[in-house]
């Protein structure tokens, strides 16, 4: 098992940055793919970014490309979303995940990992 625990939310203004952190406990880190989703209220779970075990491999959904950077440290047990050029409509409740496979489809991702944190609220207004 491994316990995620996300930080780093809050309140800003469009065009500002955040940097969320998902600090990981439990298993050996490194043998997890990590991923970053989003759930705004009313919608749908979205699929943000992912990045392999080693974190030589990343990927991200069309919209946020570009804009957003996930990275890992394992000798830190931790993975991060630097998020940049913010929006009203990346408001949400961000979540960290983990899967021993890496998973680049948003269908499987959403079906098949099973480790989840609890999220971190990002509120962005214009």
């Known amino acids: 098992q491994v316990q995620l625990v996300e930080s780093g939310g809050g309140s800003v203004q469009a065009g500002d940055s955040l940097r969320l952190s998902c600090a990981a406990s439990?298993?050996?880190?490194?043998?997890?793919?990590m991923y970053w989703f989003r759930q705004a209220p009313g919608k749908e779970r979205e699929f943000v970014a992912a990045i392999s075990w080693s974190g030589g491999n990343t990927y991200y959904t069309d919209s946020m490309k570009g804009r957003f950077t996930i990275s890992r440290d394992n000798a830190k047990n931790t993975v991060t979303l630097q998020m940049n050029s913010l929006k009203p409509e990346d408001t949400a409740v961000y979540l960290c995940a983990a899967s021993t496979n890496y998973w680049t489809s948003a269908y499987e991702a959403n079906r098949k990992i099973q480790h989840w944190g609890q999220g971190t609220q990002v509120t962005v207004s214009s």
């Open positions: 439990g298993r050996t880190f490194s043998s997890y793919c």
